[in-house]
């Protein structure tokens, strides 16, 4: 059974940056990509991004592209989602997934395994 957990969580103030880890359970899975998302409170899940995982070709939402990069270890069976220029608006539990989706899944039900998410609060 394929399990995710991320870390690296955290406060940061407006303007700063931090970098979330997501490690795979096993070395080959069958999902083609990794995804981002993150929900706030009181507000749906929303999309962040996702990266192909052989490919490393990446995906991103209007509202996160050109601050956050998300990249792959393969070596690591880890992925990474980078985050810059924080805004308090990016405050959320992000979550990574995985996909068996060759195209660009940006719906939460297009995902099939989850981690448990981990707290990002980035203060004015």
Known sequence: QVQLVESG???VRAGGSL?????VSERTFTSSGMGWFRQA?????????????SSSTTYYADSVRGRFTISRDITKNTGYLQMTSLKPEDTAVYSCA???LLNIPTEPT???VWGQGTQVTVSS
């Open 19 to 23: 970098t979330l880890s997501c490690v």
């Open 9 to 11: 969580g955290g406060l």
């Open 110 to 112: 297009e995902y099939d």
């Open 41 to 53: 409170p009181g507000k749906e899940r929303e999309f962040v991004g996702r990266i192909r995982w």
């Open 98 to 100: 995985l996909t068996r």
